[in-house]
């Protein structure tokens, strides 16, 4: 009952910081990126897009946030499912690699997962926050120390937004909101594919 209040409070208070965010739009041509996966292998959505039909990004917080966690699980128990659909998943976090390789032991994770080192692609597409310093304490005294799990002082995070982007570069759908215990379901994803 403690953890639910304690998320339920840290959600109302990063929603709050979050609600200049906008995140690209349905229609919005995607910013091109690369960037190296969990494999070591170079990941582009250009590479992707020619290759498939479209391609799920998402963005999420880290292996410490249970509901990030969750929704790629879902992701990974249906990955045959959009992957049937010709679409390729990518992820995206701020995230060091040792902390990616804890999210794959915890989800099975098989698709793409980049380290958004310098925060490039969650700026890109308008994702990126800065967590104010009472936050960054707060989430220190429950063990989350985001300067350990990203490897950096910026203290920043991504909304955890989801985006659909068809083989043209467009943005076909959007999952944006400041609520990181919102997250878009398997099965409005393969409705929109």
């Not at 409070?9 to 906008?22: G, I, R, W």
């Not at 960037?35 to 917080?61: E, I, P």
């Not at 799990?149 to 989801?162: K, Q, S």
Request: proline share 3%.
């Amino acid at each position: 009952m403690k953890r639910i209040i304690l998320f339920t409070a840290l959600a109302l208070v990063l929603s709050l910081q979050t609600k200049a965010q906008e995140g690209l739009k349905e229609g919005d041509k995607a910013p091109m990126f690369s960037g190296m996966d969990q494999n070591g292998k170079t990941v582009s959505l250009k590479s992707a897009l020619k290759a498939h039909r479209s391609v799920v990004l998402f963005f999420y917080r880290g292996q410490w946030c249970p509901y990030c966690n969750k929704h790629i699980k879902a992701l990974q128990d249906s990955l045959s499912l959009l992957s049937g659909k010709d679409a390729y998943v990518i992820g995206v976090t701020p995230e060091t690699k040792e902390n990616i390789d804890k999210t794959i032991k915890k989800t099975s994770a098989g698709f793409s997962i980049l380290q958004d080192k310098d925060d490039e692609i969650m700026k890109a597409y308008n994702v990126n926050f800065m967590m104010d310093e009472a936050t960054f304490t707060k989430y220190k005294g429950y063990g989350i120390n985001l300067e350990e799990n990203n490897g950096n002082t910026r203290h920043t995070l991504p909304v955890p937004a989801t985006y659909i982007i068809d083989r043209s570069g467009k943005v076909k759908y959007v999952h944006f909101d400041p609520n990181y215990q919102k997250r878009a379901s398997v099965k409005l994803l393969l409705s929109k594919l």
